[in-house]
């Protein structure tokens, strides 16, 4: 969310920060803003007036009722009755414009760090180092090939009761993938210090909006309908009727930065809470909808609707959020290196950035069988825009004000991708796929998948 304040105080910024992140007629945007601020601000006004003036015609009515002077004190009430149609037009203003420009400022992204380069998308992004060494040389299997030559990954069978995008892991491969997401969490919780929770996988609307999802983005989620019935359903075809009608619908978590960051909504924290940014780590299933990614890695476990994540957020003063940053995005490198498997950090540009970060580093690690290196964690600052969504603050020692927090996040990693990564530079020539040194404890010992 945007302070309209700053807005109203350095128009400019916002134009050109927003024309930056490819919003269309930014300055218009901002002409818009300005207009509801002062449409909102002089309704303000004119029924503080009207309050005024009527409060102090009330007073004038007892004292002219006392000297008997009944036609002034009728002209009172009057005017008394007049300035009450007053204030509820007022208010009516007030509310409408208010929520007009609520909704608009809360669809607009955050403006990024002035450090971001420019671009239109991804081919913005700016390398900022590497790790490792790729295979680049023989041959290299996709890594559904190899799941399924193996009989452990199984697509069909998950379509058949789920549709697209969803997969079966069986045997050794299954255990596989704990192990993945476990290692994850032990390196998380023992080596870097985050605190280990448990959260809500479904989430209400405030949630959603306080970290961005909502209301820009509802198209790439999935919503619980509880109690919905089925037959009446078939009456309102258009989903907006049908959720417009519920009031208890809760949203599936797109990722768990949605429940931890939330856990700071509407609460004032003490500066020495945060002497040491606050740091959460959470594994969880995670869905999405996917619903702008049509014909984008159909096959496979890349893009699913379904998937585990070890999600990092922290929680810091203003002060320490860019060092938190760094720290964080070497907490998940930390991982990419305990797994020996090569990766780049990227830079993103202010196109390819996320609706709520100010600045973030991707990690993308090398998938031979694609000759190129893909997502596998993205790791953001947001500043204090979720902060004021959600209205968590902090007040330092010594002062009366309070200050939003600056909330950041980031994927430490996401397990189905760390998967994938491992069955296809860790493959070997008979089909077989090596365990990680690091993941063999987790394994019992098992040092190969697909063989003993």
Known sequence: MHDIRAIRENPQVYVAGWSSRGVDEADGLVADILRLDGELRHAQTTGQDALAKRNAASKLIGAAMGRKDMAEADRLKAEVEALKGDIAAAAEVEARVGKELRDLLAGLKNLAAEDVPDGEDEAGNVEVSTWGEPRRTGPAKDHADLGEALGMLDFEAAAKMSGARFAVLKGQLARLERAVGQFMLDMQTDQHGYLEVNPPLLVRDDAMFGTGQLPKFANDLFVSLPGLDLDYAKNYPEIAEILGLLDDRRWLIPTAEVSLTNLVRETILAEDELATPMRM??????????????????????????????????????????????????????????LELPFRRMLLCKGDMGFSAQKTFDLEVWLPSQGTYREISSCSNCGDFQARRMDARFKRAGEKKTEFVHTLNGSGLAVGRTLVAIMENYQQDDGRIAVPKVLQPYMGGVIHIGGV
């Open 281 to 338: 780590t959470a594994l969880t299933p995670c869905f999405r909808a996917e619903a702008g990614s049509a014909g984008r890695d159909t096959r496979g476990l890349i893009r699913q609707h379904q998937f585990s994540k070890v999600e990092m957020v922290s929680i810091a003063r203003p002060e320490d959020s860019d060092a938190e940053h760094e720290r964080m995005t070497a907490c998940a490198e930390a991982v990419l290196k305990a």
